[in-house]
């Protein structure tokens, strides 16, 4: 089979066209003497080797972009790959479309269960890497069956000529960098109806409402100022993927939501169904009170009325958001399950933060808790009283019937059904 391998931009021929050749058609191109200096400033680059290790998979880095602090976000997708192949069976495809130094691509390889990866950069010069980390862990065919292919081309096209070729992935990861959202809807393109979307951004200025025009121009969204703002990012972004899948006939609902706080980064694992869903009660509307501190949901039908229990009516509102729940049960609990027999994670009590991660992720699932979070310190200055343990505070809500939990986003916050004011009298109570 001719490969991707050995093709590069400048070539007219489409770089989906994978008909049979003779063996000897599929030998690399004699390098262009034009190119023979770029190449050889590229294997200088090579040379300079940075081994990196994840979960027991080694690679190499070199001069590329690489962040360590992103392990946990990969330790997450492999998780969900492998739990996914074993759902879907057949040979579990991957598009790696931003792959870097092709880490990603190694570990979906190697530990996630998928039979092709399809590594993709813009950037040629990580060629010799990305070959050298995928040649590590598999051939480029086994049995007759090609397990990975490289190419260089910008997101869009890519996507475009899959969708015209008529090559479709079980999973799509997207890492890209700051808020670029044009590549959405042909991404979402590629995807298996019961495939998986996996989103990055790290656009923290709009969704810390900095840039309203922005996130309206990117995700549809008028992001404006909110005390949860790192929450308002992942649900900005989840929301933008469920208009682009509307307006193709899909429908979306997320698998998991991870907010880290180096970038910031925010990632979205979404499912794609097929068929579009008219329900809209879960995409509307937040708003917060800087007054009272109160913030709650507000539908389509509802505006034109909007106002606080306080009284006031100059209520913050951002939206349309995504307002439903930010991760699956049935995936995450999953996803732990498989953590902890790869001994990723423990349930001994052991400190360990996927472990911990993941079992916040379930608490959050609880269908009574609202979009946000409140932070405890916030909570102590209305009641002027000093921060009460988290666990004490959360314990106390629980046994007065309300729904509570950590978040994921803020370690010094709770997400919870109950009021502000209620919050403070609370906190008066555990004080006193």
């Known amino acids: ?43 200088a680059q090579f040379t300079t080797s940075t081994t990196q290790s994840e979960r027991g998979v080694q690679f190499t880095t070199g001069d590329l972009f690489y962040r360590r602090e992103s392990a946990a976000a990969r330790d997450l997708a492999v998780l969900l ?14 598009l790696d479309a931003m792959c870097g130094c092709g880490v990603r691509s190694v570990r979906y390889l190697s530990q996630g269960g998928a039979q092709f990866v399809w590594a993709n950069d813009a950037f040629e010069g990580c060629r010799p890497r990305i070959l050298a980390n995928l040649s590590s862990v598999t051939p480029r065919f086994s049995r007759d069956a090609r397990r990975w292919v490289i190419t260089h081309f910008h997101a869009n096209r890519l996507f475009s000529e899959c969708y015209l070729q008529k090559e479709f992935f079980d999973l799509v990861d997207i890492d890209s960098f700051g808020g670029d959202s044009s590549f959405l809807r042909s991404a979402l ?5 019961g495939g998986f979307l996996y989103l990055t951004s790290t656009d923290g200025r709009s969704s810390g409402g900095h840039r309203p025009s922005r996130s309206l121009a990117s995700y549809g969204a008028y992001v404006r ?39 910031p980064v925010f990632r979205v694992m979404l499912q794609l169904g097929k068929g579009k869903d008219d329900d809209i009660s879960q995409y509307g509307f937040i708003g917060h009170c800087n007054k009272c501190g109160h913030s709650q949901t507000f539908s389509w039908d509802e505006l034109g009325q909007i106002s606080c229990p306080c009284g006031n009516a100059k209520v913050v509102v951002s939206g349309p958001l995504w307002t439903g729940s930010l991760h699956s049960a049935e995936y995450v609990g999953e ?48 009641a002027k ?21 950590r978040s994921h986003v803020e370690p010094n916050a709770i997400k919870t059904n ?8 609370f906190a008066m109570k555990i004080r006193t």
């Open 1 to 43: 089979m001719a490969s991707l391998l050995h093709l590069t931009p400048h070539r007219t021929i489409s770089p989906l066209s994978f008909s049979s050749l003779p063996k000897s058609l599929q030998l690399p191109p004699p390098t262009p003497r034009c190119q023979t200096q770029a190449r050889s400033r590229i294997d």
């Open 81 to 94: 790959s492998s739990i996914a192949q074993r759902r879907l069976g057949g040979g579990f495809r991957v």
């Open 189 to 193: 393109c590629v995807v298996k109806i």
């Open 225 to 263: 100022p909110m005390p949860f703002s790192n929450e308002v990012g992942l649900r900005m972004l989840i929301g933008g993927a469920m208009r682009e899948a509307s307006a193709l006939g899909y429908h979306i609902s997320p698998v998991f939501s991870y907010y880290s706080y180096h970038g």
């Open 335 to 382: 996803m732990l399950e498989l953590a902890r027999e790869w001994g990723w994670a423990y349930s001994n009590g052991k400190s360990d933060d996927l472990d911990r991660l993941l079992n916040l992720m379930i608490d959050e699932c609880d269908p009574r808790l609202p979009p946000g979070y409140i932070k405890v310190d916030e909570i102590a200055k209305r």
């Open 385 to 405: 009283v000093n921060s009460p343990p988290i666990s004490t505070f959360i314990h106390a809500l629980k046994m007065e019937g309300y729904a509570a939990s």
């Open 418 to 425: 109950c009021s502000m004011a209620s919050c403070i009298n």
